[in-house]
């Protein structure tokens, strides 16, 4: 088996969730022996966090702690790294390039998973920086799906939810206000695609839109590579 390396801590319960579900899913379909993984839990400053969550400001502040993370992830032996958080994928080109081993993307593998899907046009609940990045109209457009946003005030409350999220202050009322945001794309949209890794963490299921969750896509594409001959 080859060994991931994931670029973590963005945040620290996603991080968790994706190694528990990385090491579920590969046992499903390997019961000789458990996946061999790497973590770096990005030691990130929380005012840098807060910024790039709620305002979409100073990103490039991240790019010093994700290429130290990935050329530490890479001295460690790993084979391939992950980055189970959608925002910093604006920095997956210099990332790629300060590292000898490969680096999976999760917005590509997201994309061609929803191209896969058949999907016409999804709604996008992402963070600020995600959308005005525009990291996954321009990939998504490009494979002939349309993408539907969320108005300024639903975009408002969902980087507070992830803030919440991030923090660990989150409750059911985030969860009825997500499901509130999500139920807005009813009849607009095929599906929706929750494009911020941290908002799997409210488990919301919707009555009338199926949702698609990017954190869960990039997880399958890791135990595939981990498992890959």
Not at 83 to 99: A, G, K, T, Y
Not at 113 to 127: C, H, R, S, V, Y
Request: overall charge negative.
């Amino acid at each position: 088996m080859k060994t991931a390396g994931i670029i973590g801590g963005l945040g620290p319960e996603t991080t968790a969730e994706f190694y528990l579900q990385t090491i579920l899913s590969a046992f499903k379909r390997n019961k000789k022996s458990r996946p061999p993984i790497l973590i770096w839990n990005v030691p990130l400053e929380y005012q840098i966090e807060e910024d790039l969550l709620t305002k979409a400001e100073g990103e490039e502040r991240y790019l010093p702690y994700l290429i130290d993370a990935a050329k530490r992830l890479e001295a460690g032996r790993a084979d391939f790294i992950v980055i189970p958080c959608n925002s910093v994928h604006i920095f997956i080109d210099q990332i790629r390039n300060s590292v000898n081993i490969p680096v999976l993307s999760i917005v590509e593998e997201t994309s061609n998973f929803l191209k896969e899907k058949n999907i016409n046009k999804i709604g996008l609940l992402a963070t600020l920086s995600t959308i005005e990045k525009r990291l996954y109209q321009k990939p998504l457009e490009n494979l002939g799906i349309g993408v539907s946003l969320p108005n300024t005030l639903d975009q408002e409350k969902i980087g507070k939810l992830i803030q919440n999220l991030v923090l660990s202050r989150n409750d059911e009322e985030d969860k009825e206000e997500l499901l509130g945001i999500i139920g807005n794309f009813e009849n607009k949209v095929d599906d929706v695609v929750l494009a911020c890794t941290d908002l799997q963490l409210l488990k919301p299921v919707h009555k009338h839109i199926k949702l698609h969750d990017s954190m869960r896509i990039l997880m399958e594409a890791t135990v595939n590579t981990i498992l890959k001959d």
